[in-house]
């Protein structure tokens, strides 16, 4: 993470221990009196944080206040009431106030104040907090970047940025201002829309978000664009009145096809998906690996398992007994992974793509990769019978699945067979093809014996184990849904996942042990705010979930153990996956809680993930395994490629699952009116999300379909409850629903209920009548437009 200069050792601030003052105080609000070597009030503590989010990392905080010893610890125990309290939130390795922006993050720059100044918000915002804040961009007034040293970063309109944050100094404006340390995407203001004509010539531009505004095509500018067609366009003029006027750039196809609803999320999300000519030029002239700084393991059997569609193969495996007499019945497993780090060289076109779009993108119809397919789908490919080059690790466990020992190794390798998950696993349960048969001793047997040495560590370890299948869209060869399937959770998918994760843990200790800067793969617990409400949610099902800030995985597992083979198995697995945060990319490492890991690093995928290629090179050049290792430009970036990189994967995660909901509901639009069968997801004030399960689809029933009485929103229970009738639906309820509409290019069905509401637990009813904090009345409203999509 860059820092902001501190000044000379010399000023009167520095020698008086006081922190580097960030900017003028606002007009009216008196500076903070910091005593030296005293632990402040909780007062000054948060308006510290919030005068200077840069500085309020645990260790900054003890620093600035010159905090030393006891001290310190009197300063965490105090930080973990805050937090406690909701006062504060942890946000990577520092701690801000609720709503608050972390010191750095990635910008998107939408419109400009009323003095012409950029604004920006969020590339990414939790929807439950409201709107995104605007933040004001500053541009740098010198040609020279920051200490003279190059071109200071410029941006504009629809850009995306990678920034500095700073509370706002001025009343009036935006609560932040926001320093440029990178362009991260330079945008050319395009804009998606379906094409409608009109009488006369020309055609008005509709847009696919629901935000947009509807533009005017004049008849010189439709190009060969037809009605219903879905169009990319520019602004071609700017009004002072009426709609903004757009010119056609390139038709994405009919609106009607589902093979152009991806290119909508693709365009939406600003995604790249068209490689540069430098980019396929540096690709297309790679050559195949050498043997310099090499290991000969050709004659190693080693295998890729993947999913039956898979194009690239990134992992291979293979496992033995070991024969060291100090280990018995202990298993030796080799985890060999694509050597992308030899092709893709730091600072190369080819890797400036990689690390502008951070992972690949899939989606039901198609893959927009991070890497050309000469480099993912060819020389990275780790395919059947053709040399490849690898970094693999040789990993060492006993017969209790205890961790003896790991060495990483540069190789050459010859796959000796591609298998698909269902095929390894048919071989194993006795029913081999030609192709398994021969492999079936030699190699399936020991690599399923290793899993379940292997599997005696995990199940110590206990890592978080949520029951959430997960649903996939089988296409036609037209692209259309075709249907919806629900994959087989298969031994081989749990094998090939636990040899990931334990190559991915050595990479970390690796990395560690050489004292090697890297990025970690880290998750954070529960905040104490959202373990609050899933105590008060479990409370109304008998089940205990224990207060405290120490929480661990297992502690989740019993839960869901407890909620096993009963009716409301589904929703506490739900709710328990809705308290998790999110796990992010970070240099600072804090462990990873789901995996219950202290330490992880993603390294098993490289050709789909920039962190790993980064990874990789770290790990190539702190064990001086050759060509393509980390440079110091490299390490000196890693928290704002950290940043960047977890943004992107953010962006991708909600592209996909945008993009599924509009393949539903353009699948379901012709099934108006007709009834289906549907389970509670989500319950809100407004009314209830419901899921189709055969479908895997989402909709909303808007309150004002539920009945003529006076409904009572309880959070704790995830209720909404009639307070004349104590008839009501919560989450979880199976119901009848009809379609009442749908709206592809939104992604949006609405449903109106057809089940009578239950009778509500007698706990609920009283809940109600208590007064409690977390309850509310809302009445539906008739005649009023009932919401659309997504919450």
């Known amino acids: 993470m860059s820092r902001e200069p501190r000044g000379r050792a010399s000023s009167p601030d520095r020698r008086a221990g006081k922190p580097a003052r960030m900017g003028k105080e606002p007009t009216g609000v008196e500076p903070l009196n910091i005593i030296h070597g005293i632990l402040p009030p909780r007062e000054v503590i948060l308006r510290f944080i919030a005068d200077h ?73 939790p929807e439950d907090q409201g709107v995104a804040p605007a933040v004001a961009i500053r541009q740098s007034s010198s040609p020279a970047g920051r200490n003279g040293k190059g071109k200071a970063p410029v941006a504009g309109m629809g850009d995306r940025i990678l920034a500095k944050i700073f509370p706002a100094t001025d009343r009036g404006g935006p609560a932040y201002t926001a320093r440029i340390i990178k362009v991260i995407d330079k945008r050319r203001g395009a804009s998606l829309g379906v094409f409608r004509a009109m009488p006369g010539g020309g055609a008005r531009l509709m847009p696919i978000e629901r935000r947009g505004e509807e533009m005017v095509i004049d008849p010189d500018y439709t190009g060969d664009a037809k009605d219903g067609d879905l169009v990319e366009v520019e602004i071609a003029r700017l009004g002072r009145f009426g709609l903004q006027r757009a010119k056609v750039l390139s038709i994405v196809g009919s609106v009607g096809s589902e093979k152009a609803i991806s290119m909508i999320a693709i365009h939406a999300h600003g995604i790249p998906y068209i490689f540069p000519p430098a980019v396929i030029a540096e690709a297309e002239a790679a050559k195949p690996a050498t043997m310099s700084h090499r290991e000969d393991w050709r004659d190693l059997p080693l295998i890729t398992i993947d999913p039956a569609d898979a194009k690239d193969h990134d992992d291979a495996v293979y496992a033995e007994l070991d024969p060291s007499p100090d280990n018995p019945e202990g298993v030796i497993v080799t985890v060999a992974i694509a050597d992308v780090s030899y092709y893709v060289r730091p600072n190369s076109p080819l ?56 060495t990483f190794h540069r190789i050459m390798m010859k796959s000796a067979a591609k298998l698909s998950y269902q095929q390894a696993q048919a071989a194993i349960d006795g029913q081999p093809d030609d192709k398994t048969g021969t492999l079936l001793e030699p190699i399936l047997k020991p690599l399923w014996h290793a899993y379940e040495v292997m599997k005696r560590g995990r199940d110590r370890r206990q890592p978080l184990e949520l029951d959430m299948p997960e649903r996939k869209i089988l296409l036609k060869p037209d692209g259309t849904v075709d249907r919806v399937h629900v994959p087989a959770r298969l031994d081989a998918h749990k094998l090939i996942e636990e040899m990931m994760i334990q190559a991915n843990v050595c990479a970390a200790e690796t990395l560690e042990k050489k004292r090697q800067p890297l990025i970690y793969r880290i998750h954070d617990g529960p905040t104490l705010a959202k373990q609050e409400i899933l105590r008060e949610f479990l409370a109304t099902l008998g089940i205990a979930l224990a207060k405290g800030g120490n929480m661990r995985a297992n502690s989740f597992n019993g839960i869901l153990s407890k909620a096993e083979d009963t009716p409301h198995q589904t929703m506490v697995n739900e709710m328990v996956l809705r308290s998790q945060s999110q796990a992010v990319y970070s240099p600072e490492n804090i462990g990873h809680f789901g995996l219950n890991l202290m330490k992880y690093a993603h390294f098993t995928s490289p050709i789909r993930r920039y962190a790993d290629l980064i990874v990789h090179r770290a790990l190539v050049g702190s064990l001086g395994l050759g060509e393509g ?55 809100t004030k407004a009314g209830l999300f419901v899921t189709l399960p055969d479908y895997g689809a989402d909709g909303f029933v808007p309150i004002s379909t539920l009945g003529t009485d006076y409904f009572i929103y309880d959070e704790a229970h995830q209720a909404l409850t009639g307070e004349r009738t104590g008839l009501g639906y919560r989450l979880g309820d199976s119901v009848k629903v009809r379609l009442a509409e749908a709206i592809p290019l939104a992604g949006a069905l609405r449903f109106e209920m057809l089940s009578e509401g239950r009778n509500m637990p007698t706990a609920v009813r009283s809940f109600h009548k208590s007064g409690r904090r977390n309850t509310s009345p809302v009445r539906k409203k008739p005649g009023t437009r009932p919401p659309r999509g997504r919450k």
């Open 53 to 125: 989010p840069q500085q309020a990392s645990k260790r900054e905080l003890a620093k600035a206040f010159g905090l030393k010893g006891e001290q310190r610890v009197e300063l965490k125990s105090l930080l973990r009431e805050l937090e406690e309290e909701g006062l504060l939130q942890k946000s990577r390795k520092s701690l801000i106030r609720p709503g608050a922006l972390p010191p750095v993050t990635v910008l998107d720059i939408t419109t400009r104040d009323k003095d012409g100044e950029l604004i920006g918000r969020p590339a990414e915002w």
């Open 351 to 406: 890797d400036r793509e990689a690390l502008k779009r951070g992972n690949s993108v899939y989606f039901p119809d198609r893959v927009v990769p991070m890497l050309p397919e000469r480099i993912s789908n060819d020389l990275c490919s780790l395919k059947e019978g053709v040399d490849r080059p690898a970094l693999a690790v040789r990993m060492i466990f006993s017969r209790e699945g205890r961790k003896a020992g790991h």
């Open 629 to 683: 290792g980390i440079t110091p430009d490299e390490e000196a970036a890693l928290d704002d490629i950290a940043a960047e990189i977890s943004t992107f994967e953010r962006r991708a995660m909600a592209a996909e699952r945008e993009t599924i909901d509009r393949l539903i509901a353009h699948h379901l639009a012709g099934r108006v009116g007709e009834e289906f069968d549907a389970r509670v997801g989500g319950v």
